[in-house]
């Protein structure tokens, strides 16, 4: 008899990684790594031929401090002007790493993991990025999840994934927002679940730039002050680990003010030891900005959905950062009640993406046992909508005389995907013989010029009369259920599509991404 294939959640997070399936019986099982720790650091070190992650990899920001990478989620979607992935680290032997390389190293170690426990090879796997996550991110993880070495990713969104395993536990039809407050970023969604299982996204918010380690960087500063009065300075170039070290002792100090009224910072600086007292109230003065960006996109959130407060049955934390004292602070005053309690801010995610697996790769029309209940695999698919709004640069105001580039819409936020858009275009002189579109991921009507374009393509048009130049040019743009986009264009005039010369690629080629596992590989090799 054939064992049950095995799919993989995967919960990549900027500061914590965990990893989950569906076992046999039904019952969502978070896995260990190979470290035997549920959690996993999203740290990778290459200060050896051979990279570590998570718990080793930890170790060397001690011994090797510039070897090592810490939150290169946050640079995923960084790129040069050419479009090329900006390297984050360079190993030992001169390799150079950059956030899909590293993600890569950092998710080849979970299924290993999994793979261990599971006694078999695991194929496929659920990966769940910020709701607000940039496009060209979305792409990245993508990517580095088939450099790892799987054949199959899925991307999802993680408030998606948190209210999936949520409500599948709680089984009631209802709308619910999920506060997501990971180390390096922050969504809020609100969504409404189905008792059949199905999700439907609402309305989404967030800032893929704000979470917890940004806590953790307005004590450093604030004790880098202590320090000076004190006679003492950090300095990172001199000594790397030491400046680590206090910042460490800054994390540490703000996990402890989640449950007490004052935490002491131990500090030594050179050959000197002192401590400094931190109160919660300090902290969450020191954090105003924070809270505040968190209190605004909750309440954009809202104003999105077109619902009221009382509209919602229950507010569900997930992100490790959720357990800070002033987030149900921030939700009593947005929201009008408490957070719920009765989930696992680190574990949910994982737990719904191994759900989700288990239902995206399920043969047509199956079912799924899930912690004692069956649900048909096409219910518990939930539907995406798109986080952010997808523009194209135009000139929109010539009529008073500004010749600049404002972002148009064409795929707007809350727009439930897969999606289409076809909008049409006029260029700007009916003698030029090409025009160049620019898609921005950005909001709309703003200065174009003020956002790096996703995408910029160079298309090759026929001159013509004004008579006939009028919205001539048929751009269309499509976006699958898992946020990736693609574009079409149509000149009417010619009546048929026209070729796309890209400024830059955005996504790796079906050989490059063989030759980086390759390499991956080859790294690993004893």
Not at 29 to 41: A, E, H, R, S
Not at 424 to 431: I, K, R, S
């Amino acid at each position: 008899m054939n064992e049950k294939q095995v799919y993989l959640g995967m919960d990549v997070g900027t500061t914590t990684s965990q990893i989950a399936v569906v076992s046999s019986s039904g019952t969502v099982q978070v896995l260990p790594n190979m470290d035997g720790d549920l959690i996993t650091p999203s740290i990778v070190s290459v200060a050896d031929k051979k990279p570590t992650v998570g718990k080793v990899a930890k170790q060397d920001r001690f011994l090797n401090p510039d070897k090592v990478a810490e939150q290169f989620k946050k640079a995923m979607a960084t790129v040069t002007e050419n479009g090329d992935p900006i390297p984050v680290i360079t190993g030992s032997d001169g390799t150079e790493f950059t956030a899909i390389a590293l993600s890569a190293e950092l998710i080849r170690y979970l299924k290993e993991s999994a793979e261990k426990i599971q006694g078999q090879a695991i194929t496929k796997a659920v990966i769940s990025v910020p709701a607000y996550f940039k496009r060209q991110a979305r792409v990245a993880t993508k990517e580095a999840g088939l450099i790892a070495g799987f054949e199959t990713i899925h991307i999802v969104d993680e408030p998606t994934a948190g209210a999936t395993f949520y409500g599948l536990a709680d089984g009631k039809n209802q709308k619910i927002a999920v506060f997501d407050f990971g180390g390096g970023t922050f969504d809020i969604s609100i969504l409404q679940i189905n008792s059949d299982g199905h999700i439907d996204p609402i309305a989404v918010d967030g800032n893929p730039e704000c979470g917890g380690s940004n806590v953790d960087e307005v004590i450093f500063q604030h004790v880098r002050e202590f320090i000076e009065k004190k006679g003492g300075k950090l300095d990172p170039q001199k000594d790397l680990a030491e400046w680590l070290e206090v910042l460490d002792s800054c994390k540490q100090a703000k996990e402890m003010l989640a449950h007490k009224d004052a935490a002491i910072v131990p500090l030594r600086v050179g050959s000197d030891r002192f401590s400094m007292e931190i109160t919660y109230e300090q902290m969450k003065e020191w954090a105003s900005e924070i809270i505040e960006t968190l209190r605004s996109c909750c309440k954009r959130a809202l104003e999105k959905a077109g619902l009221k407060p009382s509209d919602l049955a229950k507010i569900v934390l997930i992100g490790g950062s959720s357990r800070l004292r002033f987030v149900p602070e921030i939700i009593k005053n947005v929201f009008g009640q408490e957070p719920v309690a009765d989930t696992d801010p680190d574990m949910a995610v994982a737990k719904g993406n191994a759900i989700l697996a288990a239902a995206y790769f399920a043969e047509s029309g199956s079912e799924l046992l899930i912690e004692g209940k069956r649900y048909l695999s096409s219910s518990v698919k939930p539907s995406q909508i798109a986080g952010r709004d997808l523009c194209v640069a135009a000139i929109t105001r010539k009529e008073s005389g500004d010749n600049n580039e404002y972002n148009v819409p064409i795929i707007p936020s809350k727009a439930k995907l897969p999606y289409e858009a076809l909008e049409y275009f006029t260029p700007n002189n009916a003698n030029i013989s090409r025009i160049c579109v620019k898609l921005i991921d950005g909001p709309p009507n703003e200065l174009s010029s003020n956002f790096a374009p996703l995408q910029e393509a160079e298309i090759a048009i026929q001159p013509t009369s004004e008579q006939d130049n009028e919205g001539r040019i048929e751009f269309k743009v499509t976006m699958d259920a898992e946020g990736m986009v693609d574009i079409e264009v149509r000149d009417k005039l010619l009546n048929k599509p026209v070729p796309i010369k890209f400024k830059f690629c955005t996504e790796l080629s079906d050989s490059e991404i063989n030759d980086q596992r390759k390499q991956l590989v080859a790294r690993h090799k004893s």
